[in-house]
């Protein structure tokens, strides 16, 4: 028997697709709102849910077009003039989005992944169903 669950086409498209209107929905209500809250930290929920579907590279992708999509709306809804309340909350933002990126990004390596590691002594190579790398 298989370890690996294998779920049907459309629940596969599903996540990608409802992280996609999640990303969009957050830069309307960025873009257009005049709320004065860093509304682009919930880009956060957008990098998380792309844990389910998204590999390492994937992630921090997708992290990349968050942080885009923060700084094109900053841009268009604010004047640039430094050290304004708006240019603070949009690097707090960014900041929130890395962060969280690098975190789920480091929960993605295959090896943190593995559920049955084994390691050879006298070989120094790590065996695992779904990865081997030598040390």
């Known amino acids: ?10 629940t596969k498209i599903v996540v990608p697709v409802l992280t996609a209107i ?9 873009t257009l709102t005049p709320l004065d809250i860093a509304v682009a930290v919930l880009y956060v929920a957008v990098v998380l849910l792309a844990i389910d579907f998204a590999g390492y590279t994937g992630i921090l992708a997708i992290a990349a077009g968050c942080a885009v999509l923060t700084i094109v709306s900053f841009v268009l809804t604010h ?8 240019m603070l909350r949009c690097f707090v933002s960014l900041a929130a989005i890395a962060i969280t990126a690098l ?3 480091a929960t993605s390596w295959p090896w943190r992944r593995c559920a049955s590691r084994r390691i050879s002594s006298t070989s120094r190579t790590t065996r695992c169903s779904c990865v081997t790398a030598t040390t």
């Not at 028997?1 to 459309?10: D, L």
């Not at 999640?22 to 960025?30: E, G, K, M, T």
């Not at 004047?79 to 708006?86: F, I, K, Q, R, V």
């Open 1 to 10: 028997m298989s370890p690996h669950v294998f779920a049907p086409a459309r």
């Open 22 to 30: 999640v990303a969009v929905a957050i830069f309307v209500v960025d």
């Open 79 to 86: 004047d640039l003039t430094p050290g304004t309340g708006p």
């Open 103 to 105: 975190l789920a990004g």
